[in-house]
């Protein structure tokens, strides 16, 4: 069966345009996502748009990145894999590579903080629209609603989302295989689970070839949001002198102010290091174990759904993912809403959501730019 090239048309506009504007982290990506694919395209369904974020909280590199890779796979199948994933690193690595060529030649970074000032709050409505659907979704039952309670107090108290989201499906699957005293399982799958590797050392002397092999060591083990990335760098480039400490602020600085996955800092460290070269390798490098991953991933996704203990995993899995959706909301909002420039923003997008009904969420990022710029003038 052939691939139809106007879906792979489609699936490239969507996730390129989708990578200008993704701003705000993984939770507002994913936001984005289900409005585009389920909600307006209707590629897929919520439930299983639903059960594919559950799957890919479950293996390492940048969660967002990875549903784009998923959708696109939905959509166009192999080849629709690969062109949404690059689709949507593609316009976040540009914009880091330039703003690292500037940052060589210069010495400083452009002012862009006046528009960023009003993304955030913009992000929240964004947010807030997802948890609301796909936690319709997902919490089926009052078991699954008090298991996501139980996910977000325990998220609170510090412990890793990683381990409270297998703690929470391996706790679902219990409770409701005991309850409905499932025998055995109708398909021989297990969750894969990848165990993190020692970090990796960079040496002095980096050839391109040693940038890509370092930054493809930190795309296979790096489990949670792409932040994690900030400690693997502090140890290795820093403390063995690649990297002053400034530089890595810097770096960390562009990853967060650019649309897109927040591991286009590695293209900013590569330039950094080798310069265009160093660049294209440590992108490569750090998003390559994601399409692996991806790929393995997507054709279980289904079988674990036919399986009905596994189909409790997943139920599990989805709820614990909605609920650390929220505790993000919650935590993003602390940090956010610090003054009534905030609030007003944020007001300004709920409206334009309720009033526009028929409108793209993704035009809420512009928007809060251009509100965050001109009450920044004020």
């Not at 994913?30 to 799957?55: C, P, S």
């Not at 930190?218 to 400690?231: C, D, E, R």
């Not at 959706?325 to 944020?346: A, F, N, Q, R």
Request: with cysteine; proline share 4%; glycine share 8%.
């Amino acid at each position: 069966m052939k691939t139809n090239a106007k879906h792979l048309k489609e699936i490239a506009f969507l996730f390129f345009k989708m990578g200008c504007v993704a701003f705000g982290g993984p939770a507002a990506h994913i936001a984005m996502m289900e409005n585009e694919v389920v909600h307006k395209r209707k590629w897929m369904t919520r439930q299983y748009f639903l059960d594919l974020v559950g799957a890919t909280n479950l293996i390492p590199g940048p969660n967002s990145t990875e549903m784009t890779m998923h959708c696109g796979h939905t959509r166009g199948g192999f080849l629709g894999l690969f062109i949404a994933g690059i689709s949507f690193i593609l316009p976040a690595v540009t914009i880091t590579g330039f703003l690292a060529w500037l940052y060589t030649t210069y010495g400083e970074l452009p002012e862009v903080t006046p528009f960023i000032y009003g993304i955030k709050p913009a992000v929240l409505v964004i947010i807030t629209m997802a948890i609301i659907k796909l936690g319709k979704k997902a919490i089926k039952n009052i078991e699954l609603a008090l298991l996501g309670i139980l996910v977000i107090s325990t998220t609170f108290l510090g412990l890793n989302e990683i381990t409270v989201l297998l703690l929470g499906g391996l706790l679902g699957t219990i409770y409701f295989s005991t309850k409905n005293q499932t025998k055995g399982i109708n398909a021989n799958i297990t969750p894969l689970l990848l165990l993190k590797a020692p970090m990796f050392s960079v040496t002095k002397m980096i050839s391109t070839s040693s940038v890509f092999w370092s930054f493809l060591k930190v795309g296979t083990i790096l489990y949670g949001s792409g932040y994690v990335l900030f400690a693997y760098l502090d140890a290795e480039l820093v403390a063995n002198g690649i990297l002053t400490r400034q530089e890595l602020i810097d770096a960390i600085a562009i990853g967060q102010l650019t649309p897109g996955p927040v591991l286009s800092t590695a293209t900013f460290i590569g330039y950094q290091i080798n310069g265009i070269y160093g660049a294209i390798a440590a992108t490569i490098g750090i998003f390559l174990p994601s399409f692996i991953f991806v790929l393995l991933l997507n054709p279980l996704v289904t079988k674990m759904r036919q399986s009905k203990t596994l189909s409790y995993f997943l139920d599990s899995v989805n709820v614990a993912a909605v609920a650390i959706m929220i505790v993000v909301l919650l935590k993003m909002s602390y940090t956010t809403l610090i003054s009534y420039k905030e609030i007003g923003i944020l007001f300004v997008s709920i409206l334009f959501i309720v009033k526009a009904k028929k409108m793209n969420s993704m035009w809420l990022v512009p928007i809060g730019s251009l509100l965050g710029f001109f009450l920044n003038l004020l």
